[in-house]
Nanobody, 126 residues
């Protein structure tokens, strides 16, 4: 059974930083993508950043390029999202997600997801 457990959300001021963590378990495929999506109130869920298991290639939404960094620790089955220079518009529920037999680019840009975590709230407010 696939399980994705997020942690690290919270309240932060504009310009601040947060690091989200996702503990992944229950899947053994060699080819998959794992990453982060977010959903703000009244908006569709969008891909934020993803990373491919095969080659470590990454996807970033244009809105977060240069501010967010995705990384993974394969030994610990962990994925992280370092978020710097946070803006009001980054406020959302952030979800960890896994797409089987897909690339980071496809997962992030087309929303190809097979499993979701429960989400963690990130609020950017002064």
């Amino acid at each position: 059974q696939v399980q994705l457990v997020e942690s690290g959300g919270g309240l932060v001021q504009p310009g601040g930083s947060l690091r989200l963590s996702c503990a992944a378990s229950g899947f053994t495929l060699d080819y998959y993508a794992i990453g982060w999506f977010r959903q703000a109130p009244g908006k569709d869920r969008e891909g934020v950043s993803c990373i491919s298991s095969a080659d470590g290639s990454t996807y970033y939404a244009d809105s977060v390029k240069g501010r967010f960094t995705i990384s993974r620790d394969t030994a610990k089955n962990m994925v992280y999202l370092q978020m710097n220079s946070l803006k009001f518009e980054d406020t959302a529920v952030y979800y960890c997600a896994v797409g089987l037999r897909t690339s980071a680019q496809a997962m992030g840009s087309h929303g190809i997801v097979d499993y979701w975590g429960q989400g963690t709230q990130v609020t950017v407010s002064s």
